[in-house]
């Protein structure tokens, strides 16, 4: 039986890797998973990571705190709490409803460093925490999403993000205990 002209065989399995490869890349760009460039060195994620702590020492310093055991610490309350929420969050805010937000002409606009994909996806970010904590809290998560936006767009990815968001929730709940 003779092979049609049209069909071309594989060149190899390196013709397939790398096509994979291109497909992964692609479906990978939107949440922001591919690969991450050193966001670490970077001064601007630093002073990221800093902001927390000023924020951990006004807590400490202006309302009563209710730091948590080491046994609290290990536990699943904390461990959801402290990092499979944030990473979760940043996956479905940063990841897939920002990446979708930065597609549209519109969602590249802004002012400040700060896109509006970035803003709307903070608004949305407080509204589902509206539902679990109280008001004033609840609106007091837009700065630290701000935050996560902002590294986002800078970075093109979400990990920033998610090492950010488990910093940050880390140092709120152990200082304030679990609720």
Not at 37 to 57: E, I, K, N, Q
Not at 78 to 89: G, H, T
Not at 101 to 119: E, F, V
Request: hydrophobic share 45%; aromatic share 16%.
């Amino acid at each position: 039986m003779e092979r049609s002209r049209d069909v071309t065989p594989l060149q190899g399995s390196q013709t397939l890797q790398s096509k994979c490869s291109a497909v992964i890349r692609a479906v990978a760009s939107t949440p922001g998973l591919a690969w991450c460039p050193s966001f670490y060195r970077d001064t601007v994620f630093w002073v990221a990571m800093l902001a927390g702590g000023g924020f951990w020492l006004g807590l400490w310093l202006w309302l009563p705190i209710h730091p948590i055991t080491l046994a609290q610490v290990l536990s699943q309350a904390f461990l959801f709490r402290a990092i499979l929420y944030p990473v979760l969050e940043e996956l479905i805010f940063r990841g897939y409803l920002q990446g979708q937000l930065r597609q549209q002409s519109w969602g590249q606009q802004g002012w400040g460093g700060l896109t509006l994909a970035n803003c709307f996806t903070s608004l949305f970010f407080v509204a589902g925490h509206w539902w679990s904590h109280p008001p004033l809290w609840a609106a007091a998560v837009l700065l630290p999403s701000l935050i996560f936006g902002y590294c986002r767009d800078r970075y093109i990815r979400i990990y920033p993000c998610i090492v950010l968001h488990v910093f940050y929730n880390a140092g709120y709940f152990g200082l304030t205990g679990l609720p």
